[in-house]
């Protein structure tokens, strides 16, 4: 099987192109885990797919480093759109794309020679906040989880619910940069206020322009970025009074900057950059891949 590996600020996937490899529907979650693995596979926080949309340019599919799918993943958003620009698959600078938690439309900003792609900006859509649409427990359903407090390792937060088609648990805090992540963050990726469980975003505001960011992604762990998580981050900055709404916001992410919009129009926008790492051929020793 032929893939690529791509990342955004260190955000790193394993990319299949499904109109060339017809890979075993059922096989999708297993190969996930073993590409993966940085011992004996790839090494990867996972993979995605792209493939064909009756609905937009191109659909995409996350799987996690454990092989649960995930429903968007805003780096790999960016990743997707170079993928398909560069390789000729859709040459156009303005694309959709098909996922698992909605329709996203991507602008591509060329360099001058207009063959490569230097950043994307991703209309992400507009937010969902309320409990069931994430969901979590508790409460009445359609109201926010806006600073909910949540018990983790003999410790407190208070937590803000956002959805960015995939759901998040926005914790501010004096100090991103500080907090135990991978001590905290499995902890309430399973608490019991999450059936779908969480990705987990510890947060500090520098300003109302400027957030530290720390991430513990749901099925991956700590990655070095999270672009859905960055754009919660923001939104549940904006409803806590910490963020203006309408203000680009750079969020500081372990591998490099996002820049974050909540717009008057109700939409997110995000904007970073995209990156090739390698492309190669994966053989798989654990059975039969393909169709």
């Known amino acids: 099987m032929k893939f690529a590996k791509m990342h955004g600020l260190g955000n790193n996937y394993v990319y299949v192109n ?32 792209i493939g064909h949309s009756d609905v937009a ?12 799918e995930g429903q968007n993943c805003g780096n790999g958003l960016r990743c997707v759109g170079k993928y398909l620009f560069e390789k000729g698959i859709v040459k156009k600078d303005h694309l959709t794309i098909e996922t698992k938690g909605g329709l996203m439309r991507l602008a591509l900003h060329l360099n001058h020679g207009r063959d490569v792609v230097e950043e994307v900006t991703v209309d992400m859509g507009e937010p969902r906040l309320q409990r069931e649409q994430l969901p979590v427990l508790g409460g009445v ?54 059936p779908e469980r969480v990705n987990v975003e510890f947060v500090t505001a520098k300003g109302d322009r400027e957030l530290d960011f720390r991430v513990w992604e749901r099925g991956s762990g700590i990655t070095m970025a999270c672009g859905t998580g960055a754009c919660a981050a923001v939104v549940a900055g904006v409803l806590t009074n910490r963020l203006k709404r309408g203000e680009t916001v750079v969020v500081h992410l372990l591998g490099g900057d996002l820049q974050i919009r909540w717009d008057d ?22 059975g039969p891949l393909f169709v």
């Open 18 to 49: 499904l109109w060339d490899e017809n890979v075993l529907e059922e096989r999708l979650a297993s190969l996930a885990v073993e590409v993966s693995n940085v011992n004996i596979g790839i090494g990867s926080d996972g993979m995605i797919t």
């Open 57 to 68: 340019d191109a659909r995409m599919r996350i799987f996690n480093e454990d092989g649960s």
């Open 141 to 194: 359903p359609n109201e926010l989880a806006l600073l909910q407090p949540i018990q983790a390792n003999e410790q407190e937060f208070l937590f803000t619910g956002v959805s960015m088609g995939n759901p998040h648990a926005v914790i501010f805090v004096d100090d991103a940069t500080g907090v135990n992540v991978g001590e905290i963050g499995p902890y309430i990726e399973r608490h019991p206020l999450f």
């Open 265 to 286: 129009d109700g939409h997110v926008y995000m904007r970073g950059p995209a990156a090739w790492i390698c492309e190669g051929e994966w053989l798989s020793e654990l």
